[in-house]
């Protein structure tokens, strides 16, 4: 399967969820290999405010659907990666 | 690692998510292998209605702190599975 292009806009979201979507924070989910439709849905609620996380309201911002279809594509097309055990 | 015991309330669970954490339907997240702490939360959340999904504050219901975090042990260690790369 092709990689998908490297979205414009990964850098903010890779802070916490990792480039390739593995959370680098407690409290952040993992998003590799996260199916397409429940992250795009995701996005869009986080985006209106119909999810209401202000830090991924704010992180968020304006994005455009394009950019935002980028995101889900690039995340959902990792693999997830074994993580360290122990977790609370 | 030792796997946790199989939750008492898997079943209705395993419907959209899977027994193992993959998803079986459109639209639900997978959750094998996902980060403890946020399935923690995310629980919670739409336990208590603060993430206001309606299927899932249904599904889940009166749910004990206890039964909650068996099915966060369970689900965050499981081991992702590879999936069907086409998804909309």
Redesign the interface.
Known sequence: ?DMPPKPVRLGLCAACHGEKGM?QI?????L???????LR?ALKDYRDG??NVPLMRAAIGPVSDADLDQLVRWY?AQT?QP?A?A??
Do not use: E, H, V
Not at 26 to 30: D, L, W
Not at 32 to 38: E, L
């Open positions: 399967a959370a407690p409290g952040a989910p993992n590799a290999g996260q199916r397409a439709d429940y849905k119909s999810r959902s997830p993580q055990a977790q609370p």
